[in-house]
């Protein structure tokens, strides 16, 4: 039977902005329809913080039950079903089998049932300034920028869910010179540098070797020998593989305090281009694929003009193209990832559509993504 069910995502972070949590809200024509499409996911599902799981519009059930629970999952509790006999008799059974819950939609005269315990509360900070009276951990949503998650966490929130750190960023200012260091490094690489001009730079700054060898050594790479050097690792990989990973430096290369939630993005952005457009294009353009993702946010990442960055660069038009102008055949799948990063579903169903994907190859690929990124930088 095919999938009925799609899956959108936003982080929960602290005071701090870093990831605390992935939310995850299916949205499905019924509870035994998100039942299937999570549990098709259990291979890829991403481990290394808590998910907070939302049936969206849905009344949680305990058909519900019927998914074998993750260690790391809560079940979201909406107060509006909270006097639902279904709700009831499911929440009864998530305390049982010890699965942790989140109260939603939390306003100050709602009633709660005695004997359960609430750990995160998700209050929409439009409606309620103050987390006043909340049972547990507050969490803001429905944040516009930075500065009302500023104003948030001052009027007593313990942080927020969404995506408010994409928006109210400082205004565009020169490269930083490590950030230039490392365009050197991806114009070196891209055009068949000499190594030992390539190694002379890394030299200049040891961390940047560091973190470079250990991103190619990551899981994600999956190689059977351990890369000790860039010379190593062009003679194991060749230049073109070696550009994704020089894509992720200049990604991760921001001290900026919005930086984990911002790079999470960024990365969960490209590895996702990468997953679904792999039955679209060979492996040199899958690179290049990640990195349209990874460099969708570099503008508010480095806080500088997305057009001043490219000029810098010298990538190939199908990138440019999409990030510049929403143009050409990477755009559908940029547009595809930003989808995934909202509360809705139609948006995101008319841009799988378009592409003809099955609905479960987009959850996958969302949560491979939200895995590989949390791998990196958790």
Same mark, same amino acid.
């Given at each position: 039977?095919?999938?009925?069910?799609?899956?959108?995502?936003?982080?929960?972070?602290?005071?701090?902005?870093?990831?605390?949590?992935?939310?995850? !809200?299916?949205?499905? /024509?019924?509870?035994?329809?998100?039942?299937?499409?999570?549990?098709?996911?259990?291979?890829?599902?991403?481990?290394?913080?808590?998910?907070?799981?939302?049936?969206?519009?849905?009344? =949680?059930?305990?058909?519900?039950?019927?998914?074998?629970?993750?260690?790391?999952?809560?079940?979201?509790?909406?107060?509006?079903?909270?006097?639902?006999?279904?709700?009831?008799?499911?929440?009864?059974?998530?305390?049982?089998?010890?699965?942790?819950?989140?109260?939603?939609?939390? @306003? *100050?005269?709602?009633?709660?049932?005695?004997?359960?315990?609430?750990?995160?509360?998700?209050?929409?900070?439009?409606?309620? $300034?103050?987390?006043?009276?909340? /049972?547990?951990?507050?969490?803001?949503?429905?944040? *516009?920028?930075?500065?009302?998650?500023?104003?948030?966490?001052?009027?007593?929130?313990?942080?927020?869910?969404?995506?408010?750190?994409?928006?109210?960023? =400082?205004?565009?200012?020169?490269?930083? $010179?490590?950030?230039? @260091?490392?365009?050197?490094?991806?114009? +070196?690489?891209?055009?068949?540098? %000499? !190594?030992?001009?390539? %190694?002379?730079?890394?030299?200049?700054?040891?961390?940047?070797?560091?973190?470079? +060898?250990?991103?190619?050594?990551?899981?994600?790479?999956?190689?059977?020998?351990?890369?000790?050097?860039?010379?190593?690792?062009?003679?194991?990989?060749?230049?073109?593989?070696?550009?994704?990973?020089?894509?992720?430096?200049?990604?991760?290369?921001?001290?900026? =305090?919005?930086? *984990?939630?911002?790079?999470?993005?960024?990365?969960?952005?490209?590895?996702? &281009?990468?997953?679904?457009?792999?039955?679209?294009?060979?492996?040199?353009?899958?690179?290049?694929?990640? !990195?349209?993702?990874?460099?969708?946010?570099?503008?508010?990442?480095?806080?500088?003009?997305?057009?001043?960055?490219?000029?810098? &660069?010298?990538?190939?038009?199908?990138?440019?193209?999409?990030?510049?102008?929403? @143009?050409?055949?990477?755009?559908?799948?940029?547009?595809?990832?930003?989808?995934?990063?909202?509360?809705? /579903?139609?948006?995101?169903?008319?841009?799988? %559509?378009?592409?003809? +994907? =099955?609905?479960?190859?987009?959850?996958?690929?969302?949560?491979?993504?939200?895995?590989?990124?949390?791998?990196?930088?958790?």
């Amino acid at each position: 039977m095919s999938q009925t069910t799609l899956l959108t995502r936003e982080p929960v972070v602290n005071k701090n902005r870093a990831i605390t949590a992935n939310r995850l !809200i299916a949205h499905g /024509p019924n509870v035994g329809a998100v039942v299937e499409a999570l549990a098709a996911q259990a291979e890829v599902w991403p481990t290394h913080h808590p998910v907070f799981v939302s049936l969206g519009r849905l009344v =949680p059930t305990p058909e519900l039950m019927e998914w074998t629970i993750p260690d790391n999952a809560a079940i979201e509790i909406p107060v509006q079903t909270l006097a639902h006999p279904h709700t009831q008799a499911l929440m009864a059974k998530l305390r049982d089998a010890g699965v942790g819950m989140c109260l939603t939609w939390f @306003q *100050p005269d709602t009633a709660l049932p005695a004997g359960h315990d609430w750990r995160f509360v998700l209050i929409d900070a439009r409606r309620q $300034p103050t987390p006043e009276g909340s /049972p547990g951990l507050s969490l803001a949503w429905g944040l *516009p920028d930075i500065g009302a998650f500023r104003d948030a966490v001052t009027a007593g929130y313990d942080g927020a869910s969404g995506w408010f750190f994409l928006h109210g960023n =400082p205004p565009a200012k020169t490269l930083s $010179p490590g950030h230039a @260091q490392i365009v050197r490094l991806l114009n +070196l690489v891209r055009n068949n540098g %000499e !190594i030992r001009d390539i %190694e002379a730079v890394l030299k200049q700054d040891v961390a940047l070797s560091f973190k470079l +060898l250990r991103y190619i050594n990551s899981a994600g790479f999956g190689l059977m020998v351990e890369i000790q050097s860039f010379r190593h690792a062009v003679s194991i990989l060749g230049y073109d593989a070696l550009n994704k990973w020089l894509s992720l430096l200049l990604v991760t290369a921001s001290r900026d =305090p919005s930086a *984990p939630a911002l790079m999470q993005t960024a990365i969960a952005r490209g590895r996702f &281009m990468e997953e679904i457009g792999a039955g679209y294009f060979d492996a040199s353009e899958r690179d290049n694929l990640f !990195i349209t993702g990874a460099f969708s946010l570099l503008h508010t990442l480095l806080g500088t003009s997305t057009q001043a960055l490219l000029e810098e &660069m010298s990538l190939p038009p199908t990138i440019t193209e999409a990030l510049l102008q929403e @143009q050409g055949e990477f755009a559908p799948f940029l547009h595809l990832a930003r989808s995934c990063e909202s509360f809705d /579903p139609k948006a995101l169903q008319a841009a799988v %559509e378009k592409l003809h +994907l =099955p609905y479960e190859q987009v959850n996958r690929a969302q949560l491979v993504a939200l895995g590989f990124a949390d791998s990196l930088h958790g």
